[in-house]
């Protein structure tokens, strides 16, 4: 979230703080001056929406062509001699779950307002973008690709704080984000770039200078803290901050209340003691604010937030048992260096397991996916946690997942289901590559997948298909939601994307959807997601790179494809039609 109201004050009322630069000159000027290569960090979760694009997005995901975006993103910085390291997400801060929560029940308003849109005859390409939902995977194309090209790291703590900290250790170039706080912290890159302002096209985008803007708000750099922590940030929301702000305001009307407001709550700031003596009072300050002292711990965290270096954490060492301590060691690594979903190491230590607000409609009777894949969760918790040292305890996991608007109300706690007593254990899993053992790996996963699948010899498959295999049964045996033809659609889909190219699928136009159809893509997408999970926690039997959306699905393909599919026997455009009666009849059979 950043600091409330900081960025639109930044862009509109401070121009001395906020201006274009070309990033090849400010590049060269730094190679010049430093004699060393430039390299710019990279908030990853800032991009999402900037490297998805003009692409559709009510359709499912148009993940080749996302691919493209990706590429041609990285290539940009590539020519110029510029180096980029790209930081992602790990799991939310507990501290920060109330935000999360509130903004996944914000972003599922936005996914009903698009429903009800679309089933007033609303066209895709007319949809209101203030009404934008990323497609569900298109993070996670995203950090695949660029882990490719570029140096990757996964946060274990706060994302913008490990950002700041890499880049002034590295003495980096610039940071490359979108969120206000960048502005705040007090160490970081010689340059804040605005992600969201960046033109791929002429390399130009927005700075924000911290200096500038605490000279023009007439403050000390080491004021800001607690400017931001006045406006509201992720610590201090700002409804909770409104009284005050109410009381700088008055009475009176002000026709630029963000600029009105950040000039009180500066000038307001600029009159409190600095350094040590303001947290000697800053029990006196929360009652002023808030008319209560018993804020006074989240005021001052909030401005640690910003000054104050955090310890590296480090990982935990289990000490009850050798073997499990081995476990997380190595999913830790894999965690870092995003080798594998975050979810895996997530689960292993006990943390919530968390998916947020796709476009699903809670509203109807199809199960949004977070309820639909549970079963499937629950025997992939059941093959990481079944060595774990807590005894039964141990073999529950908190969910926060997206499923309706009570969903959220508090974590909802879920059995693991164990898999079956001869399946290899984590560590033969993950490091035993003999045929034995690749056999046993599909035979697990096969569980996992589905109870359809157990007697099915998914090692004899071709990789292409494996997961879809795996999905498909699920969604029409365990989860009982696909229909015959829907399975057929899916097939088909699943069967001409591998083929077909980007440019090919850009092409492609949609006017008009079944809302149906755009809840089963959301959930499709959703499932290929744990189909990774499950795939890694398995070993990676299949080729990771037949598990990622884009050898998987086409949102506009699907949706003409099931629109046809309602009256026309569904079958591949452009792929193998053996491949597809291969697929449909493992699937299908009873």
């Known amino acids: 979230m950043g600091v409330r109201r900081l960025q639109t004050y930044l862009e509109q009322y401070c121009p001395d703080a906020c201006y274009e630069v070309s990033i090849e000159q400010i590049a060269n000027n730094y190679r010049q001056t430093h004699n060393k290569e430039p390299v710019i960090v990279v908030d990853g979760s800032c991009c999402y929406r900037k490297l998805y694009g003009g692409l559709d997005w009510v359709c499912g995901g148009q993940y080749k062509e996302h691919v493209d975006s990706i590429t041609k993103f990285i290539d940009s910085f590539e020519r110029l001699g510029i180096k980029l390291v790209l930081y992602f997400d790990g799991a939310t801060q507990e501290s920060k779950r109330p ?26 390409k007319r949809m209101d973008k203030e009404l934008y939902v990323l497609p569900a995977g298109a993070g996670s194309v995203m950090s695949s690709i660029s882990r490719t090209r570029c140096m990757v790291q996964r946060s274990l703590k706060e994302c913008d704080e490990e950002i700041t900290e890499y880049a002034a250790r590295n003495k980096c170039f ?59 940030n992720d610590f201090i929301p700002a409804d909770d901050l409104k009284p005050f702000h ?58 640690l937030s910003y000054v104050k270096s955090s310890k590296d954490i480090l990982r935990i060492i289990d000490n009850r048992c050798e073997k499990w301590d081995k476990i997380l060691s190595v999913a830790h690594d894999n965690y870092i260096s995003m080798a594998s979903p975050s979810y895996v190491y997530n689960i292993l230590r006990k943390l919530p397991f968390e998916m947020s607000t796709a476009l699903e409609d809670c509203r109807i009777t199809v199960q949004p996916s977070a309820a639909a894949l549970r079963l499937m969760r629950q025997r ?87 997961p879809a295999v795996i999905i498909l049964s699920y969604l029409y045996h365990d989860a009982g939601i696909l229909l015959d033809w829907e399975v057929k659609v899916f097939a088909a889909v699943i069967i001409d994307v591998q083929i077909m190219e980007s440019k090919e699928l850009s092409a492609v136009t ?58 026309v026997p569904p079958s591949p455009k452009r792929g193998n039609i053996q491949q597809f009666n291969q697929l449909c009849d493992v699937v299908l059979k009873h």
């Open 510 to 567: 949609v006017n008009k959807v079944d809302v149906r159809g755009v809840q089963l893509a959301t959930l499709f997408t959703r499932s290929i997601t744990h189909l990774g999970l499950a795939n890694s926690i398995c070993g990676n039997p299949i080729e990771v790179h037949w598990t990622r959306h884009p050898q998987l699905f086409d949102g506009k393909l699907f949706q003409i494809s099931y629109l046809n599919g309602k009256s």
């Open 174 to 232: 610039a940071i490359l984000a979108q969120d206000s706080d960048f502005v705040i912290y007090k160490n970081g890159a010689d340059y804040y770039l605005s992600s969201e302002n960046l033109n791929i096209d002429t390399m130009t985008t927005l700075v924000y200078d911290k200096e500038a803007l605490a000279r023009h708000l007439n403050l000390d750099v080491r004021d800001l803290p607690v400017f931001a922590s006045l406006m509201g």
């Open 99 to 124: 935000v999360w929560v509130s903004r996944r029940l914000q972003s599922m308003e936005k996914a009903h307002a698009i429903f009800d849109a679309l089933k007033a005859g609303q066209e895709v």
């Open 246 to 303: 109410n009381w700088l305001m008055g009475k009176r009307r002000h026709k630029n209340y963000v600029q009105a407001l950040v000039l009180r709550v500066a000038d307001f700031v600029y009159k409190l003691p600095k350094g040590n003596d303001l947290f000697s009072c800053l029990r006196e300050l929360s009652y002023d604010i808030f008319r209560t002292p018993h804020r006074a711990k989240d005021l001052r965290q909030s401005i």
């Open 380 to 466: 992939i918790y059941g093959v990481a946690l079944r060595e774990y040292p807590g005894g039964p305890d141990g073999l529950v996991v908190e969910e926060w997942c997206m499923s309706g608007p009570q969903s959220l109300k508090c974590a909802l706690k879920v059995n693991a289901i164990l898999p079956p007593d001869d399946s290899p254990l984590l560590l033969d899993l993950w490091f035993n590559d003999s045929e034995e053992l690749i056999i046993k790996k599909f035979k697990l996963l096969a569980w996992i997948g589905s109870f359809h699948l157990t007697s099915t010899n998914l090692h004899t498959l071709p990789h292409p298909l494996l």
